[in-house]
T-cell receptor, first 113, second 114 residues
Framework: ETGVTQTPRHLVMGMTNKKSLKCEQHLGHNAMYWYKQSAKKPLELMFVYSLEERVENNSVPSRFSPECPNSSHLFLHLHTLQPEDSALYLC????????????FGSGTRLTVV | AQSVTQLGSHVSVSEGALVLLRCNYSSSVPPYLFWYVQYPNQGLQLLLK??????LVKGINGFEAEFKKSETSFHLTKPSAHMSDAAEYFCAVSEGGATNKLIFGTGTLLAVQP
């Protein structure tokens, strides 16, 4: 148990589907992050939330829509994805302004067919 | 902008041999540096970090790293490799600030041969 829980662990979806990834932490952290990890590519920071407010959106296509309803939960809503969106999606959390590093979840392995 | 370069995408060592994984960084301000490990089908786990103070930092599983400002390096070492060390290792740099944004290297896959 890492302290950051991601569900589902695996997801297969068609290009016309709508699905959501969920991330939950009860570590008292107040910043949360979505990363995309594709084969043979560096980790890509997608979104940053600090105190439930989105503070960074790294040119992510609009077919990815994040939501942070409170400091413990983070969602990534997916719709009309492309096969190249298949990847491991990692959620992380940290304490704002304190460099203890991130705590990562185990990720959701997404396959778009 | 900060960046991280990890030399060698694949490193193979024999069990019991020294492990050396290289990381060089670029940062316009004093950096915070991290090493993470990722086992198959898992997220990233923090191995160790350097923020301030002692430049030789010790982490979990017998790993350590030394911050060398003059060389802009933060190489990861372990005196004796175990089979269980086989994993992918990521170096990361942060400039701190409100969101502690981490920039990761491309990773080094460590194989340990019996």
């Amino acid at each position: 148990e890492t302290g950051v829980t991601q569900t589902p662990r695996h997801l297969v979806m068609g290009m016309t589907n709508k699905k959501s990834l969920k991330c939950e932490q009860h570590l008292g952290h107040n910043a949360m992050y979505w990363y995309k990890q594709s084969a043979k590519k560096p980790l890509e920071l997608m979104f940053v939330y600090s105190l439930e407010e989105r503070v960074e959106n790294n040119s992510v296509p609009s077919r990815f829509s994040p939501e942070c309803p409170n400091s413990s939960h983070l969602f990534l809503h997916l719709h009309t994805l492309q096969p190249e969106d298949s990847a491991l999606y990692l959620c992380a959390s940290s304490r704002e302004r304190v460099n203890y590093g991130y705590t990562f979840g185990s990720g959701t392995r997404l396959t778009v067919v | 902008a900060q960046s991280v370069t990890q030399l060698g995408s694949h490193v193979s060592v024999s069990e019991g041999a020294l492990v050396l994984l290289r990381c060089n960084y670029s940062s316009s301000v004093p950096p915070y540096l991290f090493w993470y490990v990722q086992y198959p089908n898992q997220g990233l786990q923090l191995l160790l970090k350097y923020t301030t103070g002692a430049t030789l930092v010790k982490g979990i599983n017998g790993f350590e790293a030394e911050f060398k400002k003059s060389e802009t390096s933060f190489h990861l070492t372990k005196p004796s490799a175990h089979m269980s060390d086989a994993a992918e290792y990521f170096c990361a740099v942060s400039e701190g600030g409100a969101t502690n944004k981490l920039i990761f290297g491309t990773g080094t896959l460590l194989a340990v041969q019996p």
